[in-house]
């Protein structure tokens, strides 16, 4: 005969309820640090790519500005901000600046412009195609899980170039007078160069002692000459490094280019920058003194050193014309740091100021 035995009841576990809630609150927590390392990350994926996209928007156009040709600035910005996003779409809100190529509106001048002789600030922010609700936001995955509202977020980003007259730079070792780039009226306005053919003659220049400012070495008046130039001593394979500003002694007294080094023929199709001097001085004894103001791009068709020629010089072989360099004045831009003092004459340099 069986025997018949109540079944113990087990007892009600009172943590089952808790385990729920702590899987909730888990829950919570990981869709939490889900939206942190998720959405968040993709906020400064976006950051990133707009802020670099607007460090070379605004490099482009400040480096077109030096040289000399702003072209469609807002074009300019927009292709290379689209150029660092990664789905190649970024909104540009602004392109403004100041500077004597620029044709934009003004807008608050950034810090750091001191010594430019332009300057250019580009905004961008979220441009998201791919967001078929707005597309000026950043789309959230797992924000609006725990907050509706929370569907995503605008992202913007500015940057500010500028481009002004270099401080130092590596040039060859030959001076130029200022009154060459105005035909003997004195320095040019900030940004203008001559357009067309130049002619340099070797000493022809500003002289300090008679006050002369046409072109003329000493104040004598051998006409029809166009500029007028003279070599520099302490070249190193007819290289110098020159910082505007200062005055450098002159080389001999000479046309021939070998006594500094130099060989001509490297020079025929090339730019080279030339140091600019406003004043020479002429002592009693001793070579010349050149007071350097700023640097200028000078790209060679040809010369006639002595009886030495390249190209086709239009200079003839007289004795108030030995020696003469051909060709255009240029501008030129370099990216780099720090804005010279004096006259902007064309060799410019490129830099992020914000």
Known sequence: MRRLTRRRRQPRRPDRGAVLAWAAVMLAVLLGVGALVIDAGALYQERRQLQNGADAAALAVAKDCAEGDCRNESATATHFADENATDEASAVDTVCGEGPELTLGTCAEPPGVGGASGWVTVDTSTDNPANTGDDTQVEFLLAPVLDAANVGRTVTASASAAWGPVEATETVPLAMSTCALTDGGGPPPAGELPDGHAVLYFHGGHDEQ????????????????????????????????IRAGTARVGGPDTSNPDSVGCDPDAWLGEVVVLPVYDRAHDPTSGPFHYHISGFVGFRVTAYRFGTVTGGSPDCTWVFIRRSCIEGEFTTIATVGSGFGDGPDYGVRVVQMIG
Not at 211 to 237: K, M, R
């Open 210 to 241: 008679t006050g002369a400012n046409d072109c003329f070495w000493e104040g004598l008046p051998w006409t029809g000459q166009d500029g007028g130039f003279g070599w520099l001593d302490g070249a190193d394979d007819c290289e110098l490094v």
